[in-house]
């Protein structure tokens, strides 16, 4: 079973199984899991190996206020040389904003140097003495301190304003002094696989920084599933804007930027098997800016709070002890109630099939039904099996109280 600590499910699972029957949870694998974390001992530096974190410390200049503009007809050396000019100005303009990111996190020995993580940021905001930065998640989410180094080298204290491992976002603050220039969001639904895409970050740490590399959009919607816990289990999936762009250790919370010198991503993942080549990842802007605003305002994502801890059912065999029909084939276990769920009468070894009408089989299923369709005060009607008699109640979907 695939467990994370966010707003909807308890983390609070039992240490045996509800049950007395011989169940057996059946094995289960994944080709690849985005989001499995290395680190890399002996220097100390935390670094990501099939999710990219992104650094950049940046010189270059200022901010242009170009319109959109389309490639002109003309010949082949003359078109090469207007995307070359197009490319620096659009890098000129975004490489202000992006800043190397230090994470230092807690000792695990007493004999032990602290663990250094090193991402990438965007600064897309200033408001009186303060300012705003955008990162993943996974460049910040075990920090006990954070560092921003900016464009020109300076260094400055930054505190977590909120973060959510679900859409792998995180928000900085720091003190606005000396920022000059912020990023502007382009608009990722316009996006069109083929055109020009422009990733700047700092792969493999600060060295490295104000690296830039160019691509096309292969594809402005792609969903991956992630694991979480790398268990096989696919807890969430993703919907990424997909780019050869170079993307490697380092380049995460880096910005993607179009040839207007707009962000239209945040760089965050790529696959790193032996062979494969020109497959990042980037959360598309315009789904980030509603999760931006709310880790301003909340510090969190505030989502609907069902309250249970659940397994799918098809991951067990012999579940004779749960009389179920031969007709009920798919539908989620319910290891542990609290909340919303418990208030309502459900209990473990219930099974839930459906949610208001539409059936339910995976985590995966019931948490995509509850964060994209439900919202908080909203009822839910629950279809369940108890004992083998089939039944339904209705609850209201609370927020989640912080523990």
Not at 126 to 141: E, F, L, P, S, W
Request: hydrophobic fraction near 40%; proline fraction near 3%.
């Amino acid at each position: 079973m695939s467990l994370f600590d966010d707003d909807f499910y308890t983390t609070k699972v039992r240490k045996t199984a509800p049950w007395k029957s011989s169940w057996t949870k059946r094995s289960m694998t994944s080709p690849y899991k985005v989001g499995v974390v290395a680190t890399t001992a002996g220097a100390g530096v935390l670094l990501a190996a099939t999710v990219i974190w992104a650094v950049v410390g940046l010189t270059g200049s200022a901010g242009y206020k170009d319109e959109p503009v389309a490639a002109p007809a003309m010949a082949n050396n003359d078109y090469m040389q207007w995307r070359s000019d197009t490319v620096v100005k659009a890098v000129n303009m975004v490489k202000p904003t992006v800043v190397s990111i230090i994470s230092a996190g807690k000792e695990t020995d007493k004999n032990q140097a602290q663990m250094i993580g090193i991402g990438s940021g965007v600064i897309f905001e200033k408001n009186g003495n303060k300012a705003y930065v955008v990162t993943n998640n996974h460049v910040v989410q075990n920090s006990t301190q954070v560092e921003v180094v900016l464009a020109n080298g300076v260094h400055k204290k930054a505190e977590i304003k909120g973060r959510d491992m679900i859409t792998d976002l995180a928000v900085l603050e720091m003190d606005a002094d000396g920022i000059k220039v912020i990023a502007e969001f382009g608009d990722s639904e316009k996006l069109q696989s083929g055109e020009t895409a422009i990733a700047i970050g700092n792969p493999l740490g600060l060295g490295f920084s104000q690296t830039t590399t160019v691509g096309v959009i292969s594809s402005p919607h792609r969903l991956i599933p992630i694991s979480f816990a790398n268990d096989g289990s696919y807890d969430w999936e993703m919907d990424v804007i997909q780019t050869d762009a170079a993307i490697n250790q380092g380049n995460s919370g880096g910005a993607l930027v179009n040839l207007e010198g707009k962000v239209i991503g945040i760089n965050s993942m790529k696959v790193s098997e032996t062979g494969v080549e020109g497959l990042g990842f980037a959360i598309p802007i315009n789904k980030a800016k509603e999760t931006i605003e709310s880790l301003i305002k909340y510090g969190k994502v505030k989502r609907p709070y069902l309250g249970v801890t659940t397994d799918s059912l098809r991951s067990y065999t012999g579940i004779e002890g749960l009389k179920l029909p031969e007709t009920v084939k798919n539908g989620l276990i319910v290891m542990d109630a609290l909340g919303p769920a418990k208030e309502a009468g459900l209990a473990a070894n219930d099974v839930i099939t459906e949610l208001d009408g539409k059936t339910v089989s995976t985590n995966l299923m019931l948490r995509q039904y509850l964060y994209l369709e439900k919202k908080i005060g909203d009822s839910l009607k629950i279809t369940y099996y108890r004992a083998g008699k089939k039944a339904t109640v209705t609850l209201v979907l609370t927020e989640r109280k912080e523990e």
